[in-house]
Every structure is written in C-alpha cells, then in structure tokens.
C-alpha cells in the first residue's frame, strides 16, 4: 500500500494516522477519509505525520479542499509530528499561518483541548 | 560520483509511477552527495513535474510516455522531465499571492511554487519536437 489511513478517536478529537506517500496518486484516498469525517461531523482533525514519507501539493489541495467547512463548523485541522521536510512544504508557503503544527501526538490533542 | 553521473528512465504518464520516481531521485540525490532534506526537496519537485505532465501535456492519457533525465554538469544536478504532449503555457506560470490564496481557501497551482521554491532554477522549452521542463540545484 502506498498510502495507509487509520482513523482513532481521542475524547472528541479525530486522530487520522497516516503512512506513507500523498501524492497526485494516492490524493483521492486521503480524499476520501477527509469528506468521511465531514459526513461523520467529525471536525476536529489532528492528522498525525509519523509515518508520512512525503506530501506533495495534491495533498495540500486536499487539505484546503476541506477546511473552510470544517473552521464553519467550529473545528479545525492540525498535524503533528512532521518530518522535517514535510514541515518545510509547509513552512515555504505560508501553510503554517492556516494549519498548526505540533512536535508531538500529545501537544495536538492538547490545542484541541484534550489530553489536559 | 558527482562528474558526469547520466540516468535516464521512460515512465506510462500514470500517476501510479510516482512514489517509485520519488524513491529514485532521492537515491541519485544520495548518490551524488545531497543532504537528506535536498534530496527529498528534489524529489518533491521532480515528482510535481511528472505530475503536471500528466495531467497538464497528456490529459492522464496514460499511454503516453515521460522521458525523465538525470545529468551533472560541472557541480550542479539537472533533471530534464520530457514529454510529446500540449506544452506549458504561459498563462499557467502564473503565481498565486499565497496570503490571498490562504485567506480565500483557494486550491490548484501550488506545484509549480514547490518547483521555485525548491530548486535553483526551473526551465520550460521546447526542442526537436519535444517539450520539456528542466530542473536544475547545485550540488553542495
């Protein structure tokens, strides 16, 4: 599998475990899973980045693809434990002004409000 | 190794080739002496290269091939993405204000920033029938 996406809940946070690539191939998976917690009004995403190899910038089009409706609806979409060169992908244009990242699982759950 | 390194590879314009381009060009980057942040850097452009070929030169016709070559000159690293297909044009190199672009939820165009940002400099043209976007970084 070049994309694999676990899903766990933690209080009222949605944890979405992602490993391997999103690219222009694997994007409508990532898709998928993200229109999934829509439906589910699950919108408070903390997308952990442990296992994710790289993201390109179908992934970040995916990501902008669903976080107006997430931020109408009171939630909001945060990362944590980004490579150092996923973060840059970020870092380079400006992505971090709209998603926070955070070193570690419990920092994320932390700014949701969770894990106190 | 840097001197005179030359790969050259032909992929089906499908999308399904690119984690196993990815893998190459961070392992020529290694090879030829890149940090591992440059090298996925590289890989990050060469990867939203092929994808704009696909889906920009070929329309995701995946019949069609991508010629994607990997050459040092001097003490820089050139990665020459090659294709048949419609050619870039102009009006699609344009870059999005990003405070806007963030602002306003905006999606699209972002690969071709990636490309900028990460490499010394990006190379649109055409030769023998041919269109090409050519990727250049220095090797430290």
Redesign the interface.
Known sequence: M?LEIQKEKEGNVTIMNIK??I????VNEFEKALEQCLENREYKLLINCKDL??I???G??AL??V??NIKTNGGDIKLCNTS??VY??FD????T??FQIFDSLEEGLKAFGENE | MSNNFYLKTTIKAN??Y??LI?KLTVDICNLLGFN??DA??I??AV??AV?NT??HAYKMDSEKEIDIEYFTKKDELTIEISHTGIPISPDKLIFPD??EY?EK????G??I??MI??MDSVEYGSENGKHFCKLTKKIN
């Open positions: 070049e391997g690539a690219n222009a191939h694997t190899d790289y390109s910038s179908a970040l089009g902008m693809g976080i107006e150092n060169s840059r992908v380079i244009l400006g992505f002004e709209l | 999308t399904e690119l984690t990815n591992e942040e996925k850097n890989s990050l990867d939203e994808t696909i889906k990003m405070k963030l939820y905006k999606k699209g972002l690969g920033m990636l940002k990460f």
